[in-house]
């Protein structure tokens, strides 16, 4: 097993780093429980990577840091069932290639596809479409290694009391080392990409919603121009996306970077930025396999957050969104992503128990956020939101034990299943776990 000695670790976007004593490189679950039994021998705290895509203090660790790359690949595809069984350090591109040469899929992905499927899930990534849930939603079964060494095979049948809290954990609850997921025949989808004038966008947005099966759409501050993306099956045949992504590559990351540095550069540029942005907003429609879609290459690095809140708040709230950001005058000329999930019953997932609406706010690397960001998500707190746990957040321990009903039950399902804590981190201890915690529970009997 490899293990490097003093390796300097940083997220994707650079707002977390740390120097892990030892980083280990584990190709199969049994080297994972060794590495575990170690920790608890040595007194050592563990975290675990996948492609560092979370924008948080998630990973960070001075003890010992553990990558899942070397833990990847596809086990077994059940298409009796429609299941795949795939080892937790898989990427989700990987995962979509290996399932469409089979042709299969997963029912729905997010607009990043480098994350590890252990990342995905335990953090709550999502796509969008309202008849989808989450990634975590789409688990049948997982296998764990808990803070004890032990292996753990988590299910509705098996272990059904851990189930739903293992789902979204943060990997505070034990290292997911292998996943049996729900799949579906690779549909083709058609893929349409359009600008709409904001009123008009208003009055449609409900049959957005309803009538498609995945719907996006992307607010640009200082324009009354909405981007507005749609996939749906078509029987028509998948064409080649050579020109589609050299567009996306050009276009979406080397132009968008260097507005982005000008916008830096000049941060009153910003609005009018924005508004030359969504003016070259194409009419687009492609067909392709669901996997070839989803997903679109990040270059240009940014900060975000992003806020889960109650579908029925969406229209209100993205339009006191815009009237903040008209009164403010924010330097952002980053678009506002929004996207639609269906409910769900995973106790940490932001769409427990609700039909959802993410709302997502970005600023370019670079350029101050705090106020924006602040104000955004005291709008977002203002209609119920939640925030995406792999996202920035200015949330405390009391904040989230009022927004999640079943954090109590979570923790004490963490303190079982890791009872020497070596899955914690300070910043873990900061947002959910500590005398802080101990304290509101007992005032809160």
């Known amino acids: 097993m490899k293990a490097v000695q003093g390796k300097r670790w940083r997220n994707w976007s650079h707002t977390s780093e740390s120097t892990p004593e030892k980083t280990f490189y584990p190709s199969s679950i049994e080297e994972v429980v060794f590495i575990v039994q170690e920790a608890l021998r040595q007194k050592k705290k563990i975290r675990v990577v996948g492609a560092g895509h979370s924008f948080t203090k998630l990973v960070e660790t001075n003890d010992w840091l553990i990558s899942l790359d070397s833990l990847s690949g596809i086990e077994q595809i059940d298409e009796a069932n429609g299941m795949v069984t795939v080892l937790g350090g898989t990427r989700l591109y990987q995962l979509g290639e290996g399932l469409g040469l089979a042709g299969y899929a997963q029912e729905n992905l997010g607009d990043i596809n480098v994350q590890s499927i252990a990342g995905a899930i335990s953090t709550g990534t999502h796509g969008t479409g309202v008849g989808f849930g989450s990634i975590p ?13 032990e292996i753990l095979t988590v299910s509705e049948k098996q272990n059904g009391d851990y189930f739903k809290a293992c789902l979204v954990s943060l990997g505070s609850l034990g290292i997911i080392v292998k996943v049996k997921l729900r799949i579906i025949k690779s549909p083709v989808y058609e893929y349409r990409s359009e600008k709409v004038e904001y009123g008009i966008f208003l009055e449609r947005l409900k ?3 309803i009538e498609n099966r995945h719907f996006e759409f992307y607010l640009f501050p200082y324009s009354d121009v909405v981007q507005v993306k749609r996939m749906n099956s078509t029987s028509r045949k998948p064409q080649r996306l050579f020109f589609h992504h050299f567009k996306n590559l050009l276009l979406e990351n ?6 982005s540095e000008f916008s830096r550069l000049f941060p009153r540029s910003s609005s009018t930025i924005s508004r030359l942005s969504a003016k070259g907003v194409g009419k687009t429609t492609i067909v392709a396999t669901s996997h070839k879609l989803f997903a679109t290459p990040r270059l240009v690095k940014f900060r975000e957050i992003e806020y889960c809140i109650p579908l029925a708040n969406l229209k209100v709230a993205i339009q006191e969104v815009r009237e903040c950001i008209e009164v403010k005058k924010y330097n952002v000329h980053f678009p506002i992503e929004c996207r639609t999930v269906k409910a769900d019953d995973i106790w940490l997932s932001p769409s427990y128990q609700r039909e959802s609406a993410y709302i997502a706010f970005h600023m370019y690397k670079g350029m101050p956020y705090d ?5 955004m998500e005291a709008i977002m707190q203002k209609y119920e939101g939640r925030p995406h746990w792999g ?18 039950g979570f923790l004490a399902i963490r303190q079982e299943l890791d009872p020497q804590e070596i899955f ?3 910043y873990i201890k900061d947002i959910l776990v500590g005398k802080e915690v101990d304290k509101y529970l007992q005032e809160n009997r």
Request: charged share 25%.
């Open 137 to 149: 939603s789409q688990v049948v079964e997982l296998t764990i290694v808990t803070g004890t060494g």
């Open 207 to 209: 049959n957005y919603i």
């Open 254 to 259: 080397y132009l968008f970077f260097a507005l």
């Open 371 to 375: 106020e924006y960001f602040r104000d």
């Open 391 to 408: 996202k920035m957040h200015n949330l405390g321990k009391r904040d989230l034990f009022k927004i999640y009903p079943k954090l109590t």
């Open 424 to 426: 914690l981190n300070d």
